[in-house]
């Protein structure tokens, strides 16, 4: 009896133990695939994730890429703009040069040679007239002063001649130095009344400075400095050189706050105080000392008709 009890014992703890076998198999196997799995989703999360950036990477590039040839785009396109821009400014300024209704005429003159807004020149003959000049500072050592805007250069005989000017004002102003605001320019500027259009300007002469003293600053306000030093011995001694005062205020037909219609009388339509002319000693002496202008300082307009080099100051005629 007691032996068939050890012995049912020992079966029940048999069954149990293959039971408790097959649980502990059931849940290890469970567990190590829950593992498996939860180490595959996470590598698909991870892959997911690198994709995901690797996409967005690749779309960002896309988009710098574009940006980039959006920016070149605009930079062509503004840089053509400006081309078009710079082509009609020119065409413009063909187009507003007044017809040369016998302004080319006054070229032969030489030293009375006559550019004003009734007697213009072609933006050819200008810019030839460059290569016939030479620089007033490498020959001379006379300095640009501020805001100078020309190349400094002068025909040669001028320019020789206003060396002997700047050196005698200097002699006289003992310690100051004579400079130029811009000789010979090939483009002129709109600046209304102070300044000339292409075509127009004294300036392209090669026969023309604007002088100041080297302490003068940038201002070009004459009612204020038409009484500085330098202008007024330029006035009184200039002629000597062969210099005149190109745009005397009483040649200017009125003030300066006022648009005026360069009329046939031989007024100039403009007031520099520092813009001197080359026009040869004796042309210089007779207009300052007012031969056709009852002993008043004459305009190189007026001084023209005068002398009947030109019949029409006002359309330009020789
Ligand atoms: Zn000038």
Redesign the pocket.
């Known amino acids: 009896m007691i032996k068939g009890v050890g012995k049912e014992k020992r079966k029940i703890s048999k069954k149990m133990l293959i039971i408790f076998g097959v649980v502990f198999a059931i849940v290890v196997s469970g567990v190590i695939t829950g593992l498996v799995v939860a180490g595959n989703i996470k590598r698909e999360k991870e892959e997911t994730a690198r994709i995901e950036e690797e996409k967005q990477l690749e779309e960002e590039r896309k988009a710098e890429e574009e940006r980039r040839r959006q920016e070149e785009e605009e930079q062509k396109r503004q840089e053509e703009e400006k081309q078009a821009e710079e082509e009609k400014k020119k065409e413009e300024e063909k187009k507003n040069m007044p017809a040369v209704s016998g302004g080319n005429c006054t070229i032969s003159f030489g030293n009375l040679m006559l550019i004003n807004p009734n007697f213009t020149v072609s933006t050819d003959w200008i810019d030839n007239r460059k290569k016939s000049l030479i620089s007033v500072s490498k020959t001379y050592g006379i300095k640009e002063g501020k805001s100078s805007n020309g190349d400094n250069l002068m025909e040669a005989e001028a320019a020789k001649h206003l060396n002997e000017m700047v050196k005698a004002y200097e002699a006289y102003n003992s310690g100051h130095t004579m400079v130029t ?2 000789c010979y320019r090939a483009r002129g500027t709109t600046c209304g009344r102070l ?1 000339a259009k292409t075509g127009t ?3 392209h002469t090669g026969l ?3 002088l100041v003293d080297s302490s003068y600053g940038t201002d070009l306000d004459t009612s204020k400095y038409n009484d500085h030093k330098e202008w007024q011995w330029l006035r009184e001694n200039s002629y000597k050189y062969g210099f005149i005062d ?2 005397p205020e009483a040649w200017a037909g009125g003030p300066m706050s006022q648009p005026i219609n360069v009329d046939g009388n031989g007024t100039t339509g403009l007031f ?1 105080t ?2 001197y002319r080359y026009v040869g000693v004796t042309a210089a002496t007779e207009i300052a000392t007012g031969k056709y202008n009852n002993g008043k300082y004459d305009s190189l307009e007026h001084y023209l008709k005068s002398i009947k080099k030109v019949s029409d100051l006002k359309n330009g005629k020789c």
């Open positions: 605001r811009s300044c300007s004294d300036h023309t400075c604007d190109r745009f520099e520092w813009h």
